[in-house]
């Protein structure tokens, strides 16, 4: 079945940096993508999507670039607060998303 | 817009038990899936409900069943509950349609002792 993975389970960061949070996934057949973002305690929160006919999409303060050749995603987080601090999912989709790990984020005031 | 509700928020149990958990989608969504949520095993999909119908199926035992009214609001029933079913219940909603996006409830938090 299809997986996902995330490149580096942990990711710490000064505030005001940017962030670069990585994602591959296994099924080449993917068209829909979704970043999630989960505080502790919370039920993930929709950051942006992107679907497979576009190679970049920007939010406020943060971009997802899609590689479909080597199926990989990044989100990026301009300007990183403290408030970004949460565990981050990408999810492909297909009727039934499919989460990795995740990557948490951990900002340093 | 109001979110996606869940309820009970928190739920003790006893194993053996069954319990049923509730989710109110957002207006206009038809589409309501199921999550499960634990430390060991990450975010896996149970089913998806569309239209009073399950449209999608994970890998969970046939003690997780769930269903769907026509006023999209679903309930989910696991029963003879087992101490690995403690986890984190999540319910998301959408439009059902392809690309669009879920939107997750705060969950339920379940404890089977």
């Known amino acids: 079945g299809e997986s996902v993975g995330l490149h580096l389970p942990t990711l710490s960061v000064q505030e005001g940096d940017n962030s670069i949070i990585n994602c591959a996934y296994s099924n080449s057949a993917s068209d829909y993508f979704i970043w999630y973002k989960q505080e502790s305690g919370k039920g993930p929160q929709f950051i942006i999507d992107?679907?497979?006919?576009?190679d970049k999409r920007q939010g406020q303060r943060v971009t997802v670039l899609l590689n479909k050749t080597v199926k990989h995603l990044s989100l990026q987080i301009a300007a990183t607060q403290p408030g970004d601090s949460a565990v981050y999912f990408c999810?492909?989709?297909?009727?039934?998303?499919?989460f990795g790990q995740g990557t948490e984020l951990s900002v340093k005031p | 817009k109001a979110g996606v509700t869940q309820t009970p928020r928190y739920l003790i149990k006893t194993r053996g038990q069954q319990v049923t958990l509730s989710c109110s989608p957002i207006?206009?969504?038809?589409?309501v899936s199921w999550y499960q949520q634990t430390p060991g095993q990450g975010l896996q999909f149970l089913f998806e409900?569309?239209?009073?119908?399950?449209?999608n199926k994970g890998n969970f035992p046939g003690r997780f069943s769930g269903r769907q009214f026509s006023n999209s609001r679903s309930e989910m029933n696991v029963s003879t509950l087992e101490l690995g079913d403690s986890a984190l219940y999540l319910c998301?909603?959408?439009?059902?349609?392809?690309?669009?996006?879920?939107?997750f409830g705060p969950g339920t938090r379940l404890t089977v002792l």
């Open positions: 999810a492909p989709s297909g009727g039934k998303l499919i």
């Open positions: 207006s206009g969504h038809r589409s």
């Open positions: 992107i679907r497979s006919n576009m």
């Open positions: 409900y569309f239209s009073e119908t399950q449209r």
């Open positions: 998301a909603s959408s439009f059902g349609t392809s690309e669009t996006s879920p939107f």
